[in-house]
């Protein structure tokens, strides 16, 4: 199995590793690596790879291979793999850091949306600097104003950003855990990473990356809120910067 290095350092721009696999396709696939693999509504982190004699390798995305025991980094189009990729080969990792810092800020601050909108989570997606989630509301009025000056006063508390592990077992019996209706974390391998937000503004299971402080969020606004159906309604957050 791919070792997922991103889960204890989400802050790791850089990793080495040997190539175990190149498949069929073209995708690499590292004994460890930093990419984080497209899923839970999270892209794929693109960057390169870089062979001991300097040669560079633009990666588009990451994605798990087809059993999720490895991950495989998606050469972009058009690129031809220099002879010197092969089994065994050493690898330096490169992840394009401003993607992913966009990245994990928006998946922080769509944590503590789901807090200042406590309703039931349908659907999700994060892009590089934007985001939504779709929620299962009752006819209401939402205010886009209202509820950024909530979601800002969460993100100025610099609140602390952790994980922490659970078995299959608990998290069935605190079903209260999962926000999501539509995707549910996947068990079968024994555990559950969960993120949590403070001591006890938000905990919930979650594969993705995210800041350590909620500071580093900086300015978040909710830019638009759409119906989607007859309870349905989608929040776009923006990172202002």
Known sequence: MTEHLYREDAYLRSSEAPVNEITPEGGIILDRTCFYPNGGGQPGDCGSLELEDGTRIPIATAVYSKDRSQIVHVPADGTELPA???????????????????????????????????????????????????????????????????????????????????TDEELEANPGLVKTMSVKPPMGSGRIRLIRIGEDIDLQPCGGTHVSQTAQIGKAVITKIEKKGRQNRRVRIQLED
């Open 84 to 166: 010197g990729l092969t089994s065994g080969a050493k690898i330096t990792v490169h992840i394009d850091w401003e993607t992913r810092y966009k990245r994990m800020r928006v998946h922080t601050a769509l944590h503590l949306l789901s807090v200042v909108l406590p309703f039931p989570v349908t659907g999700g997606q994060i892009s590089d600097g934007t985001g939504r989630l779709d929620f299962d509301i009752p006819e209401a009025a939402l205010d886009k104003d209202e509820l950024t000056g909530k979601l800002q006063d969460l993100i100025a508390g610099d609140d602390a950003i952790t994980q922490e592990w659970i």
